[in-house]
Structure formats: structure tokens, C-alpha cells
């Protein structure tokens, strides 16, 4: 019987309330209601280009700012994921993926190894895409990060366009988990010779 690898987060503070579905053998079909319009096409890039399917639904304080929805979507997300995983049994563990976007070139590398860990590497050349402060696309991955316990480095290898640097990190996101999260016939139980992640 082939085991479903899915999960379902709610999180509801004075800030934010969000609930969020997530699916790792999906088809990249995203459902997203943010409210912050530039995160919502940065996670519809994740998830097509992970083949994940993914559904958001979040209210923040955004009068305020988008800090506190950015930063708690990530949250859920890596909680989703790190569940989602189960016990880790037949994973590659692994992945990297290098995306292009025009005159920008980004790679993110991952390890499911239960041990949290985010390394960014590379400056933004903006810090505002449209309403969007450019610093949350760290906070963002460095929350994911910790939640879904991952190593995960983000490496800005060049770039001009501020938008096409975020979107290619994005997209080379979902790719490496796509990589990583993907089942592999050789794998005999848990990929590490500790014999836990």
C-alpha cells in the first residue's frame, strides 16, 4: 500500500492565521491566498517546480507590514514538510538544482538530515520588489528551514534583476526538494549511517 506523504498545518497567533496543505507527490498545483501577492507567485513557482501541491490560506497584519505572514507561512511550510517526510525511509536526503532567470543565476542545495541549518549566500540588489521587502525572502527560508529541520544553502551566484534572483532561488527551491524528497528503489530504509535522521 503506497503511503500518502501529506500534511495539514494550522497556526493561529494575534498576528497571523493560517492554514496550509501540503503534498509531496503532487502534480504542482497550487491554491494560494496570501495576501501578500509577491510571495504568493514565488510559492506557485515552488510548487510547480517541485511537483508538490500545496494549498495557503492566510490573513496577517499586513496593514503593518508582511513580516509576520511571511515569516509564518514559512513556519507551517516546513512543519508540512518535516511531517509530511514521515520517518524519512527510501529519500535520496539529498538535492541541488541551479536555475537561470534571465541574467540571473541561482543554486540551492539541500540535506534532510533532521538538523537544522540556512546559509545564504549573495546580496539582493533592491530591498523592495514592488511592496515587498527583499529581507523576507531570508527570514522566509531561514524559518522553513529550521521547521522543516534541513540543511539548506541558497547561493546568489549573479544577478541585476532583484524579482529574477528571488524567482530563480524559488524555483531552484522546489526543484532540489524535489530531488531530495524523491523515493528512491535503492535506498534500503533510512538514508544515513547513523541509522536515524
Keep these: 500500500m503506497e503511503i500518502r506523504r501529506f500534511a495539514e498545518i494550522s497556526r493561529k497567533t494575534n498576528e497571523t492565521d493560517i492554514q496550509l496543505a501540503f503534498d509531496i507527490d503532487g502534480e504542482g498545483r497550487a491554491d494560494l491566498d496570501t495576501n501578500v501577492p509577491f510571495l504568493t507567485h514565488m510559492l506557485d513557482l515552488f510548487t510547480k517546480h517541485g511537483q508538490f501541491n500545496l494549498t495557503v490560506k492566510a490573513k496577517g497584519d499586513i496593514e503593518i507590514d508582511d513580516h509576520h505572514t511571511t515569516e509564518d507561512i514559512g513556519i507551517c511550510l516546513g512543519s508540512a514538510l518535516r511531517e509530511a517526510l514521515g520517518d524519512k525511509k527510501g529519500i535520496k536526503r539529498y538535492g541541488n538544482a541551479f536555475v537561470p532567470m534571465d541574467e540571473a543565476l541561482a543554486q540551492v542545495v539541500v540535506d534532510l538530515s533532521n538538523r537544522p541549518h540556512f546559509e545564504m549566500r549573495g546580496e539582493l540588489p533592491s530591498s523592495r ?3 515587498f521587502d527583499t529581507e523576507l525572502v531570508h527570514e522566509f527560508l531561514w524559518k522553513f528551514a529550521l521547521e522543516a529541520r534541513m540543511n539548506l544553502h541558497v547561493i546568489l551566484h549573479y544577478g541585476a534583476n532583484t524579482h529574477h534572483m528571488i524567482e530563480a ?21 533510512i538514508p544515513s549511517t547513523k541509522g536515524v535522521l
Excluded at 524555483?171 to 535503492?186: H, N, S, Y
Design 169 to 189: 532561488v524559488f524555483k531552484a527551491l522546489g526543484r532540489a526538494l524535489d530531488e531530495a524528497t524523491m523515493l528512491d528503489p535503492r535506498v534500503k530504509g
Design 129 to 131: 520588489v514592488g511592496t
